[in-house]
């Protein structure tokens, strides 16, 4: 199963509404994950199951979609937020990630 | 805290031989599935293998089907990558990740990671 994301990089600004997509060449139902890497850092689970939070994940991180679109939306940038973010669908072996989205300050 | 912490990575010519381990602690290891994810240098998130809690079921990416081997010690609360016929591309940062209660729910703890390389 292949999952692309877009855009590959964005640039926003503190304060901004910003939303990534990733589209499942198949249908994976929510085994859908979202991920968020900072440079030198191991990934950190954020979302899972399409829309659940992660426990002591900020709630302006929200994640939805099922089949093969989802998206995951900040609702208010914070300077922490700039980072990559990934999404990896959990349907089936083996389990891909996407390409990442490389979330930069305007 | 639970915590997992990957060691064994080093430098290996082409055609060589390393054996990775993520040592657990915190949580009752035999319990949860894991998982080994790579990094190349610069790229994204590369999913290479994952081992079901029990250890009777180990999946593969196909990059390294046949060439790796994951496996885990419950009694010693470690996990194992065996990498043989390492190739340049498998030169990268492996992460060892534990699954969250269900495998579908993703990958809720990672170490940071142990640095392979692979030159001549």
């Known amino acids: 199963i292949q999952l692309t994301q877009s855009p590959s990089s964005l640039s926003a600004s503190v304060g901004d509404r910003v939303t990534i997509t990733c589209r499942a060449s198949q249908d994976i139902s929510t085994y859908l994950a979202w991920y968020q890497q900072k440079p030198g850092k191991a990934p950190n689970l954020l979302i899972y199951t399409a829309s659940t939070l992660q426990s002591g994940v900020p709630s302006r991180f929200s994640g939805s979609g099922s089949g093969t679109d989802f998206t995951l939306t900040i609702s208010s940038l914070q300077p922490e937020d700039f980072a990559t973010y990934y999404c990896q669908q959990l349907d089936r072996y083996p389990c891909t990630f996407g390409q990442g989205t490389k979330l930069e300050i305007k | 805290e639970v915590q997992v912490l990957e060691s064994g990575g080093g430098l290996v010519q082409p055609g060589g031989s390393l054996r990775l381990s993520c040592a657990a602690s915190?949580?009752?290891?035999?319990?949860?599935?894991m998982t080994w994810v790579r990094q190349a240098p610069g790229k994204g998130l590369e999913w290479v293998s994952s081992i079901s809690g029990s250890g009777d079921s180990t999946h593969y990416a196909d990059s390294v089907k046949g060439r790796f081997i994951v496996s885990r010690d419950s009694f010693k609360s470690t996990l194992f990558l065996q990498m043989n016929s390492l190739r340049a591309e498998d030169t990268a940062l492996y992460y060892c990740a534990k699954y969250s209660t269900i495998y579908y729910n993703g990958m809720d703890v990672w170490g940071q990671g142990t640095t392979v390389t692979v030159s001549s």
């Open positions: 915190g949580f009752t290891f035999g319990n949860y599935a």
